[in-house]
């Protein structure tokens, strides 16, 4: 039996295509096996789908200066310890590494027991934690064609992100049932990450007075973020966070408002959902998601809002010039000539195994 290690974790962005790869892995005859941190949004997403998990100690490298920064060396320390043991005891054929802090630990112990290693960076350029990682894979894939000129020539491979299938099999009639709205208005739907986005939450429910005579809105607001003075809102519903019927949602969505990570916006391209992006500010991040929204919209599949810009009425005029104008930018996107991501890594994943 060939037998893989799949890691990543922290956003449900580094844990989904591992999941998309599964069940061709399946198909190729692997033994999967999954290393994420002890309590990270991975741990629920892995065991759910029935693959054997490990937790291992993990620290975040931050940019800036924070008390954690004294302990969370030693986090990493411990967590490269448990994940060599762990991989000792699974003796895999190859890592496959989605990124996330928890990755680091768990791509340097395979180094060191010369695991071969494949890793997979989304967005335009490479973050810390896979730049940490580039040096002990043996290819490193990526989703953009501008992230090439970012990474080691001899490694760099454009595979495009692996898609969930059972995303592309939504129906709305379940879409309708679950959410009790009615099908007289178009529909509007707010997906801000797993972790949420709380400047997204803030502005759309300011705008509701706005949207809600013209869109019934669906609003996936993270954990911890619903707001129940809004409970009961007519044409308005709320949730911390959907997983099995998200791809109904989606089948019912005529546009989306998203945030701009690399997975999310993969997806609504895929689902050639026309979209309305709010990167996240260059203020909180590294300003990754302001590249790939760029990147979106120079190519005319995305409307893009700069955090900073928003306000009820830029919103609002956003979200209703993006249904007014809704087949060009499906037109864009059903020009793409998208790769198959799954195919690509798994024949990648197949020539690097020992």
Known sequence: MKKIVLTGGGTAGHVTPNIALLPRLKELGYDIYYIGSYSGIEKKLITDCGIPYTGISTGKLRRYFDLKNLTDPLRVQKGFYEARKALKEIRPDIVFSKGGFVSVPVVHAARVLKIPVICHESDITPGLANRLCIPAASKVCC????????????????????????????????????????????????????????????????????????????????????DNSLVGTEGYVQYEYISEELPDLFALADVVISRAGANAICELLALRKPNLLIPLSAKASRGDQILNAKSFEKQGFSVVLEEEAVTTESLTEAVRSLYENRRQYIDAMEKNQATDAIQLITELLETYRK
Request: charged residues 25%; glycine residues 10%.
């Open 143 to 226: 989703n953009f064609p501008e992230t090439l000129k970012n990474l080691p020539k001899e490694k760099a491979v454009l595979t495009g992100t692996p898609i969930r299938a059972e995303l592309m099999a939504g129906d709305r009639s379940r879409a309708l049932a679950f959410t009790g709205l009615p099908d007289d208005k178009p529909f509007l739907m707010i997906i801000g990450g797993s972790l949420g986005a709380q400047a997204v939450n803030e502005a759309v429910r300011a705008a509701l007075p706005e949207l809600l005579p013209q869109f019934r809105i669906i609003h996936l607001c993270g954990k911890g973020k619903l």
